[in-house]
């Protein structure tokens, strides 16, 4: 179901739509219950919009709960983002899906819609399946070998494109979860079959970390390669490169990235304006390429008490919520190697402009 503020509201019209069906003699066409856009949340779409003025590209990234609850809808999701001011999505998926020709009509649906309203579309993807070596000590279990599913990856996307019916029907671009820190050793997420992990106890120069660094490069370049010439932009933690100056890592420096991709998204998640401006300085300073840095900020909506909290914005009311974005935009644009702000996700964005 929809998350947001008037989940409660769209439950309640869709049991009395169900009683008046049940009622009725004729059989028509459930539609999906959703509130229309208020007058008041169109005067606060205006302010977003005037707070983000100086984003050359804003994006917003679409988690599965937005994805499924509009793929019936994606008129009125369109509708949503462009009042809004958004000209990117994000949709985060996993690949293997595309393998389903309903799910691949319904992204190619949702991703039409929002070509009529000028809003360009990526596939937002991890990476952690693509560090797997293919080694493995258990005789009995085969683990994959990353390049393997990297290839498989490129496929699936590069088919997803050749079955559009038309250009609107197409992703523009891919964007990469780089995101080596998180192949901890015994992690819940961490794949089996990997050579190196990313280990507090072995942090250096050549060493699991440093390892697990240069492999993200050589994944990057096999992607872009596999992608032909569908754009690949990529996203990073806000350490890699302070990492890297300090001499704790042999490559991981934005202009590194910046060899291999499109743009960049930096993760400056924090519920500061000014720790968020703060987490990107680096990076937008020392870039040596204009209009390559995004900079990302949470919004996710999640219970509070979740360690997320302490990172997102979305707790804010509108206005100190819009207040809060126009300081980011307005301080980090004054690089010139700021491209836009880039909102993790549309589930916590949506939430605070209902509840309002």
Not at 168 to 190: C, M, Y
């Amino acid at each position: 179901m929809k998350p947001g503020f008037l989940k409660y509201n769209s439950l309640l019209f869709a049991a009395l739509t169900t009683l008046l069906l049940l009622s009725s003699c004729a059989t028509p066409k459930l539609v999906k219950p959703i509130q229309p856009v208020s007058v008041e949340m169109q005067e606060l779409a205006k302010e977003f919009k005037a707070a983000i003025s100086g984003s050359k590209e804003t994006g917003v990234v679409l988690t599965g709960s937005s994805i499924d609850f509009y793929e019936e809808i994606p008129e009125e999701l369109a509708l949503r983002l462009s009042m809004l001011g958004i000209g990117r999505t994000y949709l985060k998926i996993e690949p293997e899906t595309l393998d389903d020709d309903q799910t691949a009509d319904n992204l190619h649906g949702i991703i039409a819609a929002l070509s009529r309203k000028n809003i360009q579309s990526n596939f937002i993807i991890s990476d952690y399946l693509f560090y797997a070596s293919g080694i493995t000590h258990d005789s009995l279990q085969e683990y994959p070998d990353g390049k393997a599913v990297i290839h498989e990856t490129a496929k699936r996307i590069m088919r997803f494109n050749r079955q559009a019916d038309e250009d609107g029907e197409k992703i523009s671009g891919v964007t990469l979860i780089v995101n080596p820190h998180r192949i901890r050793p015994d992690g819940a997420d961490t794949p089996r079959g990997l050579l190196y992990a990313w280990n507090d106890k072995s942090y250096g120069k050549s060493m699991d970390n440093d390892m697990l660094m240069r492999q993200s490069f050589d994944i990057i370049q096999q992607l872009t390669t596999e992608l032909e010439s569908l754009p690949l932009s990529v996203e990073i933690a806000n350490f890699y490169h302070d990492q890297t100056v300090a001499g704790k890592l042999s490559i991981g420096q934005v202009n590194d990235f910046l060899k291999h991709s499109q743009y960049l998204i930096i993760t400056a998640f924090d519920k500061s304006s000014k720790q968020i401006v703060a987490r990107a300085a680096e990076e937008l300073k020392k870039c040596q390429s204009p209009n390559s840095i995004v900079v990302g900020v949470r919004t996710d909506s999640r219970l509070f008490g979740d360690y997320t909290e302490a990172q997102s914005l979305s707790r804010k009311k509108w206005k100190a919520f819009a207040k809060s974005v126009k300081t980011v935009v307005s301080r980090c644009s004054k690089d010139s190697a700021f491209r836009g702000i880039c909102f993790y996700s549309f589930d916590g964005l949506e939430q605070v402009w209902e509840r309002e």
